[in-house]
């Protein structure tokens, strides 16, 4: 179980430029990777065509031996949202809605926001925002607010974490505690992460690197 790329290509814009090419990779279940490379080699392209958000040119991702490519949007949008957070560099909280409901949104928009609260709650105070619950995004610091997005990220206690870049914002001090908080999403709860970063330092805590250069897996 688990996520597969089979000789994915990409191309983008018109006329078509190719930005990734014969890209194989194998991720289980549980594990915790890290996608280095130099800015503009596919990073980014790349977790958007593992993680659902955008569609392969060539070759085809699989989800647990599903071809994503051949699953309905409607089934894909679902799968999604039950099974996979995501914490993207910037952290696009909703402007007014409070902590709880940011957090809470995934839950919202699959009925199960009475169920998921008190989970909510917990990750709130564990990442030490229990005060905060009721405030709005403006009222927070940048480091709060990516600590918020990552809750949200977790609300449903996905399978699979995609995060792109998740302390590019950061100072290095919250920038830790970010990475403390998803490498114990990884070893406790078993979440599969897949973790795009520029920094060797939270790069070494993934359990596997994969290194792009120019759209190719080195
Ligand atoms: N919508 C687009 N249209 C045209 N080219 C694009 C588009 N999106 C990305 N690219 C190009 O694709 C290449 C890979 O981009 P990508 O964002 O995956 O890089 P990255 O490794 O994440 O870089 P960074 O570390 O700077 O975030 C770059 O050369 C970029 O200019
Ligand atoms: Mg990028």
Not at 80 to 88: K, T
């Amino acid at each position: 179980m688990g996520i597969t790329a089979r000789h994915v290509g990409k191309m983008i814009g018109e006329p078509p430029t190719r930005i990734l090419s014969d890209i194989n990779l194998e991720i289980n279940n549980g594990e915790f990777l890290a996608l280095t490379g130099r800015s503009g080699s596919g990073k980014s392209t790349l977790l958007y065509l593992l993680s659902t958000l955008d569609r392969v040119s060539q070759g085809e991702v699989q989800i647990d031996g599903q071809n994503v490519g051949k699953m309905e949007p409607e089934m894909i949008h679902r799968f999604r949202n039950a099974n996979m957070g995501f914490i993207f560099q910037f952290h696009y909280l909703l402007a007014e809605l409070n902590t709880l409901e940011n957090v809470l949104m995934p839950a919202r928009k699959s009925g199960r926001q009475v169920e998921r609260e008190h989970y909510a709650r917990s990750l709130l105070k564990q990442f030490d925002l229990g005060d905060k619950m009721h405030r709005l995004p403006r009222q927070l610091s940048g480091g709060e607010q990516q600590r918020v997005a990552i809750a949200r990220a977790l609300v449903m206690e996905p399978q699979y974490l995609f995060a792109d870049e998740p302390t590019g914002s950061l100072d290095s001090v919250n920038g830790e505690n970010v990475m403390n908080i998803i490498r114990d999403a990884n070893e406790r709860l078993n979440v599969t992460v897949i973790m795009v970063t520029h920094e060797s330092d939270f790069a070494r805590l993934a359990k596997r690197q994969v290194h792009l250069v120019d759209g190719k897996i080195q």
